[in-house]
């Protein structure tokens, strides 16, 4: 008998023919960018290094376009950003030991933040790998190590004829939800080798789909239906995967207020009747969701920036989604319904009956004004000024993409709706590189960067890629004089600062950025709004330059 799928296979007499003849002068490299292009890829982020190339050889003979940047770690970052705004897997090729271990934070923030990855990294010779003391350049013990604590998959290539399949696994690992880096490593020799293999052919890597057990959200619907106060925390897992509009039609349907995490804004309208916006870091939002009821939890492992650094102390009954596993009841006991966002707020849409509760856009009204007033209390309208200026200047629908800094600790709170920052992980440096990464996804748009001048020094090399591409970023830098977060703890916590740690000689940012040939402004809080919104429409990068010291709002997880 002839199966269906047994025609599939059979390859047609041309594509007998070119596997019978492959074009000649391919190498392993080839065989990666082959592999790549077949699986739907179209760019390819990284930096080149002795051992990787054979695959920067290869992108010669490719249609993949490749952007390069100037250190590994910015690379990874711009490669995040390019897998957040597209929901594509991100390919970043990178060469041995330093080359690959200089990625290590942007791979931990990719995995922190669910972004889909796909890190390639070149290896010593064959002869090389081992674990031995052989002397080769780059060596490490056991590299793919130092990669398996922070990344979903490892995948280890020795021969060529693997190469194709060790990617498309490592695809499918990477947007398989929850998403994630993904590591492949391929040796020297086999990136070089001459290629006897025919060319890779379209191929699929579909990932597994993550479909809720039906008996939970049978418990879970029946839970909400008779809830008498439920209330919703939205998390980053709405947003990665497309759920927006099923999380509305739900709250909508259960009349139960929402409030979204920091890595989960823009899931749920800010002026939404039943929005609590993202005011976590506030006692008054902290009460409230520890009132209800039922909280339904939905893609948020409830951390420690979700839970008011952990003195959220729920009394009420939670359901929990997520897509991750591990994050499953790991800080609260909970109803735990382990699948994709979507799916399963699909299942709970076409269970939960509709629920009327005339109150609750009042309760939620009441809320705010209580953060406002508490805001309002403090001195610190300058801070206010600054962020409202910003939010004024960016086009409406353009990604802003936000470094460890104060003022992106205020938006975590305070911007209204979509923002990237790197609080996944939390390392410096990851704003501007981001943003490229944005821009390369979508060049049609302008990307917003900001950074302080401490995170800004540690991908200020990226204004010559910025430049080299012609990419439309506008980064804002706040110069405070130092690590203005750190300085602010330490006074907090300690009376005073150890002056050396936290205070910093910088650049003049302007005359550094116009040394690159990047256009660059020094502004003001009166000035801001205007000089943001005409760097934004100008083509092309470039930089403004805030000098602002900013405080706090004061905290109430203490």
Avoid: C
Avoid at 219 to 235: K, S
Avoid at 526 to 533: K, M, N, P
């Amino acid at each position: 008998m002839t199966h269906d799928h047994d025609i599939e296979l059979r390859p047609t007499p041309r594509q007998a023919e070119a596997a019978l003849n492959p074009p000649p002068g391919r190498i392993g490299g080839d065989l990666v960018v082959e592999t790549l292009a077949g699986l739907g890829a179209t760019t390819v982020f990284g930096l080149p290094g002795q051992h990787a190339l054979g695959m920067f050889d290869a992108l010669r003979r490719s249609d993949l376009t490749y952007v390069g940047l100037r250190v590994e770690n910015n690379a990874g970052f711009a490669a995040d950003a390019y897998g957040r705004i597209t929901g594509e897997a991100a390919p970043l090729l990178l060469s041995t030991g330093p080359g690959a271990l200089t990625s290590l934070p942007a791979l931990q923030e990719a995995a922190a933040a669910s972004s889909p990855v796909i890190a390639i990294s070149s290896q010593v010779p064959t002869a090389g790998v081992g674990g031995g003391r052989h002397g080769y350049l780059h060596e490490l013990r056991d590299q793919q190590a130092s990669f398996r604590d922070i990344v979903k998959s490892v995948h280890v290539v020795r021969a060529q004829s693997q190469i194709p399949s060790a990617i498309a696994a490592a695809w499918q690992s990477a947007l398989t939800a929850p998403h994630g880096p993904v590591w492949v490593e391929i040796p020297e020799d086999v990136l070089l080798a001459e290629a006897a293999l025919p060319v890779v052919t379209p191929m699929d890597a579909f990932p597994d789909d993550l479909l809720p057990r039906p008996e939970l959200t049978a418990v879970a619907a029946e839970l909400l239906a008779n809830a008498a106060r439920p209330a919703i925390i939205a998390g980053g897992g709405v947003v990665r995967s497309d759920a927006s509009g099923k999380l509305r039609a739900l709250a909508e349907r259960l009349d139960a207020p929402v409030v979204t995490t920091f890595g989960g804004k823009g899931a749920f309208p800010w002026e939404h009747p039943l929005s609590l916006q993202s005011w976590l870091e506030d006692r008054h939002t902290t009460d409230f969701l520890e009132d209800a009821d039922v909280l339904l939890v939905v893609g948020s492992g409830l951390g420690e920036l979700s839970s008011n650094y952990h003195t959220f102390t729920p009394r009420g009954r939670i359901i929990q989604i997520e897509a991750d596993l591990g994050k499953l009841e790991s800080n609260h006991p909970a109803l735990g319904i382990h699948a994709d966002a979507r799916t399963a707020l699909q299942a709970l849409l076409e269970t939960v009956p509709e629920r009327t509760d005339p109150t609750a856009a009042e309760r939620v009204r009441t809320v705010l004004d209580k953060v406002s007033a508490r805001i309002d209390a403090q001195d610190l309208g300058e801070e206010r000024r600054i962020l409202a200026a910003v939010r004024e200047a960016l086009p409406a629908g353009a990604p802003s993409f936000w470094d460890m800094t104060i003022l992106t600790y205020w938006a975590w709170s305070a911007w209204p709706g979509a923002m990237h920052s790197a609080q996944g992980a939390g390392g410096l440096g990851y704003g501007f590189p981001a943003a490229l990464g944005a821009a390369v996804a979508d060049p049609g748009s302008p990307v917003l960067a900001v950074s302080g001048d401490g995170g800004a020094l540690y991908s200020i090399a990226e204004l010559a890629t910025a430049k080299q591409y012609g990419l439309p970023v506008t980064w804002l830098i706040v110069d405070d004089g130092g690590y203005g977060i750190l300085r602010a703890y330490m006074k907090d916590a300690f009376g005073e600062t150890t002056a050396t740690a936290t205070e910093l000689a910088r650049p003049d940012f302007v005359a550094l950025a116009e040394s690159f040939g990047v256009p660059a402004v020094r502004t003001t809080p009166d000035t801001l709004a205007a000089d943001l919104a005409k760097a934004l429409v100008a083509p092309g990068p470039s930089v403004v330059v805030l000098p602002a010291v900013l405080e706090m709002f004061a905290p109430t997880h203490r």
